[in-house]
């Protein structure tokens, strides 16, 4: 799903850890941050990487993942600009405790831990926004724990693609996903997955073109998987 960027007024425009900085120290970041370019189905990071730099994603889409040892993949969130990645092994100096994979072609900005210490330390205004960022991260982490107790399987494909179909009004939504990694997000077997699809495509909430879910009743979806109204 092609998601547009608001017309920036510089490269961290809408990025909310930024967004206190007065405009020469936005430019110092943008100075010590490295572009970077993903290619669909491009690793950013394994887990247990060194926790080397925060990634600040500008276009495209990033699946952060866990990796059993059978190699199953469970997808713990997908990010999508102006969000960023990697905070959490910047902050304790850790090792990386998850996998991110580009599932869209991606361009985004690296900051190094070193200058982003430094940006904290000088800016104490940023830790207010890296704890939101990391009670965001506690918070989805429990629903998502909670949805797997209290959500069938089909409950929880309608709520990932809910997710996945963001804030967009459009009447239909093409999302750019094949259903393995909808498997892997919504925590069920391919098979499995196919048939939750299949059902919901037999009532006209969605339907498949190849490798792309255009959806067509996010309404509808919302209800299936016991998401309240807006």
Known sequence: MEV?????????TGVEMFAGLEPE??????????????????????????GESLIVLRRGAVAVFRTAPTG???????IRPPDVLGE??????STRSASAEAIEDCAALALSRGAFMELVHSNPRI???????????????????ADHVFLDLPGRVAKTLVRLAGESQA????????????????????????QAIGSFASRGWLRTEGRRIVVTDVAALRRRAGMNDR
């Open 4 to 12: 547009r960027l608001p017309e920036p007024g510089d490269a961290l």
């Open 25 to 50: 120290v936005r430019q110092r970041v943008i100075a010590a941050a490295v572009p970077r370019t993903y290619r669909k189905g491009q690793l950013l990071f394994v887990e247990n990487d060194p």
């Open 72 to 78: 199953e993949r469970a997808v713990l969130s997908v």
């Open 88 to 93: 959490v092994s910047l902050l304790d100096a």
């Open 127 to 145: 830790l207010d926004a890296v704890m939101r960022s990391l009670g965001g991260l506690i918070r989805r982490l429990t629903e998502q724990n």
């Open 171 to 194: 009447p239909m939504i093409t999302i750019e996903l094949d259903q393995s990694q909808l498997a892997e997000m919504a925590g069920g077997s391919r098979q499995s997955v196919n």
